[in-house]
Nanobody, 124 residues
Framework: VQLQASGGGLVQPGGSLRLSCSAS????????MGWFRQAPGKERQFVAA??????VYADSVRGRFTISRDNAKNTVYLQMNSLKPEDTAVYYC????????????????????WGQGTLVTVSS
């Protein structure tokens, strides 16, 4: 599975961006997909994930970010609203190789495939 993340950029505080993660190689509709981020000098952090059973969010983004998927396009999205300077980071999408997992993984080691990352900068 190859993942291609896109949609990052520079946005003012309070603004919105939508990230996309396009998968190729095989369908990922039955796999958990996640978004993580890493700010300069900080460890990678879980942001949101989705599988066949639902979605889960980090406390820091719940209510502002929405993860969704379009199985026909083999793509996962991260809609980010009310962005804050502390959301500045490189955002990575990831795919779990296992299908129909009974829970939604939220740690990086549970994901097998990673995209290249897209930079989101929130600044005035």
């Amino acid at each position: 599975v190859q993942l291609q993340a896109s949609g990052g950029g520079l946005v003012q505080p309070g603004g919105s961006l939508r990230l996309s993660c396009s998968a190729s190689g095989r369908a990922v509709s039955s796999n958990a997909m996640g978004w993580f981020r890493q700010a300069p000098g900080k460890e990678r952090q879980f942001v949101a994930a989705i599988n066949w059973g639902g979605t889960v969010y980090a406390d820091s983004v719940r209510g502002r970010f929405t993860i969704s998927r379009d199985n026909a396009k083999n793509t996962v999205y991260l809609q980010m609203n009310s962005l804050k300077p502390e959301d500045t980071a490189v955002y990575y999408c990831a795919a779990d190789d296992r299908i129909h997992r009974l829970y939604i993984p939220t740690t990086g080691y549970e994901y097998d495939y990673w995209g290249q990352g897209t930079l989101v900068t929130v600044s005035s």
